[in-house]
């Protein structure tokens, strides 16, 4: 009876193990070979036994068996991961000639001090892949780690959500003790065409291109959601490597591709510039074969000791240049043109195109940008135009086909009067767009108006979120910002996904906000062109609304940092009368703050320097260390770069430190800013 049993076992153990064995086998022809070698029911089928064997028999379950592709538990934000090795970029050459080719080659011959009669450098040709860069960590040969590329210096954990991805390997057999993998994930043509059917059909958002797909189909946080999308890897670069088993990029595809890693079939060597080319020419000819998009080609010279000769200029290697294409174009018919009206209150026309299908998507509308594109394009309704779009960009109409304009094509006109609320629609002199200036009463404006209203440094009401903001415009709770003043703890607690308490959060929020300064509420009023440091600006120039509502043009480009349409922009605003009425009910609801006197900022000791903070300080907020820089007249930025002057670096400083140091930017921590304050006596 035990023998019996103990035989059972192990036919079950067998059984597991050829099914595992199996279906990464057809995992292997699939998606390494392309070329499939059953049926997907069948495949389903081995599938489902194997999951439901492994739920049974879970002492038999392999480490590495397919089923974990299936995606593992809901995480409820990406953690970030600092790159051992930073994931550059490549430098593009924007020439689409041969021209490109020759430049690349001449570049490189040139920094190696090579003559005309010298010998040859080889290149290895890839394609450009247009998806998602992504870096796999294997320690002993195991998958522990996938990040994306981020900034280059930091990116997103998406290990449980790569190991979906049948084409990566989860574990590799005699790698090097530490290896990264480099590649991008990409979707393929056809299944970017069957997600954008299923997502319609489920009445959810469709992807503009295979790219975003991927992008928003790795970048899950429910990994399930990442297997069923079907992505696929192929690998084209490494990270960190303890031991680096090739000399040259040629030689690393090899092994990586003998290692089971996806690598594309279509790469070449090549010694010239002629031969550098002629891959970019026939890889444009036989492109739309491909079942991925490609955006261009790279070229890179295939040497690693040549490589490291080279180096790198910024973040870019001297040894390596993607060679685009240009963008595609076709020809189809405007049945339309429309404006629309944006958050911000710009009119917008756009072409509504009878639909076609170019650069891997289909395109049925297109911005006309503003009226003077309109009048360089010389467009009527009915027109045959000529419509490209290359990559992620967004389609443009090239140009008009004046042969083919259809007897009855209709003139079209920008209206002076905004569509959706009927404000004057007003385009200062000089400048491109208009504008409907009823920023405060526009319903296009509105949900967008709110949420900047109650923003964290506009009046800084917490609770109202976009879904929030959205029932309470649609629901006619809120038409202009006054009337957020004059919610009831009844209206807000009825909603949809609010409780009482919430609501009276929101309620004593919007109370306590009432209490404001005057750059804070110039902020909140989402002026166009007055961001946050303008408002400041404002607020100490003219230290009282009621002198900034009366200052006229000249008075205004007196102040530093406006320019001609920031001003013009500040008068529109201030001329509607919906906006003044507003402002006054904002008053009589009790919105109140001190006038302050001007200061002349060129005399602050941090006149005109930049500051950008990181980590965590140990003992200021980053809000109170910004209040405190721009209190002593300085900036804080969000990003280093060459025109940073110090970086306030705290506790588990990231990418930012790291670029700083590369910039050779200063860096101080708490005490010497608290220092350097003291100095001034600002403390
Ligand atoms: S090599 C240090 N090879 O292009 C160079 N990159 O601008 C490492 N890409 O972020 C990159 N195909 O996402 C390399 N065959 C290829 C590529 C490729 C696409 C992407 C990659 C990278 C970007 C570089």
Known sequence: MANQLDENLENTRQRMEQLTEEINRHNRAYYLENNPTISDELYDSMFQELVQLEQRYPQFKSLFSPTERVGSEVKSELVKV?????????????????????????????????KDSDSQVEYDCELKFDGLAINLRYVDGILVQAATRGDGYEGEDVTANAKTIRSIPLKVDGFPHIFEVRGEVIMHKEQFQKLNEEQKVKG???????????????????????AQRKLNFYAYSYGEVSEMPANTQWDLLSYLESKGFPVAKKRLLVHSPQELEDFHENVAATRDELPFDIDGVVYKVNNFGLQRRLGFVSREPRWA???????????????????????????TPVARLKPVFVGGTTVSNATLHNEEFLEKLGIKIGDTVIVRRAGDVIPEIVRVIPELRPAGARDFKMPEYCPVCGSHAYKEVGEKDRHCSGGLFCRAQRVQVVLHFVSRLAMGIDGIGEKLAEQLVEKNLVTTVADIYRLKIEQLAALDRMGFKSAQNIIDSIEKSKNTTLERFLYALGIPEVGESTARTLASHFGSLKALENAPLEKLLE???????????????????????????????????????????????????????????PTL????????????????SGSVSKKTDFVLAGEAAGSKLAKAEALGVKIIDETTFLDMLKKEKLL
């Open 321 to 347: 240049c993607a060679h685009k294409y240009p963008p595609q174009e076709v020809q189809t018919q405007v049945l339309d043109i429309t404006v629309q009206v944006g958050r911000t209150g710009k009119l």
């Open 559 to 617: 102040v530093e940092d406006i320019g001609p349409s920031g001003a013009e922009s500040i008068i529109h605003f201030f001329a509607e009368p919906k906006n003044l009425e507003v402002i006054s009910q904002l008053v009589e609801l009790g919105v109140h703050w001190e006038d302050m006197p001007a200061v002349n900022k060129e005399e602050l000791p941090f006149y005109g320097k930049i500051f950008v903070l990181t980590g965590t300080l």
């Open 621 to 636: 907020s980053r809000d109170q260390a910004s209040e405190m820089i721009r209190k002593a007249g300085g900036k804080a």
């Open 82 to 114: 600092i790159h051992a090795v930073p994931m550059l970029s490549i430098h593009t050459e924007t020439d689409y000639t041969a021209q490109g080719a020759i430049d690349f080659d001449g570049r490189v011959r040139r920094e190696l001090e090579l």
């Open 204 to 226: 959810e958002k469709t992807f503009a291109n295979p790219r975003n797909a991927a992008a928003g189909s790795l970048r899950q946080l429910d990994p399930s959601l990442t």
